[in-house]
């Protein structure tokens, strides 16, 4: 019997366009073979005049409640560590071998509160550039089986 990696996405806020849906909804779908995948919406808060501060600070206690405590967290960050796919695709079997759960944590539209940064194992970066949260899933998940493909020595376009 073969032990899947268990990954775990906490993400704020529903996938509301259809594209977006059918996109996850594939990839979620080619990951089945390579790990158990969950993905945990998190209700976003309304923003106030205040910066964005409180809706980050309560959408944090969200997402802490649902990450799980002994779980390996990657705050998705654009202050993260960068990687390339073939990087991305090491540290992914650095994690399988380490046989603990994953948990990618992608934050709303005011980002990652400083709790949430602050408990995380690890922080990664796609890019300096700043993306929509809910197109991020996608991007996740796309980037997530690029690096099983890699790992694996199959084929897939890089």
Avoid: C, N
């Avoid at 197109?135 to 199959?154: K, S, T």
Wanted: charged share 30%.
């Amino acid at each position: 019997m073969v032990l899947l990696l268990h990954l775990k996405v906490v993400a704020v806020g529903k996938i509301k366009e259809r594209y977006l849906q059918e996109g996850i909804a594939e990839y979620r779908k080619r990951l089945r073979p390579y790990a158990r995948l969950t993905i945990e919406e998190v209700p976003d808060e309304p923003l106030r005049d205040d910066g964005g501060r409180r809706a980050r600070q309560i959408e944090g206690e969200r997402i802490l409640a649902r990450a799980g405590a002994s779980a390996y967290l990657v705050a998705l960050d654009r202050g993260g560590k960068a990687y390339s796919s073939e990087e991305l695709a090491a540290w992914l079997g650095e994690r399988e071998m380490a046989g603990k759960e994953v948990v990618f944590i992608i934050g709303g539209a005011t980002g990652l509160s400083p709790q949430v940064l602050e408990k995380a194992d690890a922080r990664l970066s796609f890019s300096r550039l700043t993306f929509p949260h809910q197109l991020f899933r996608l991007l996740l998940l796309e980037q997530i089986y690029r690096a099983f493909r890699i790992l694996r020595g199959e084929p897939y376009h890089w």
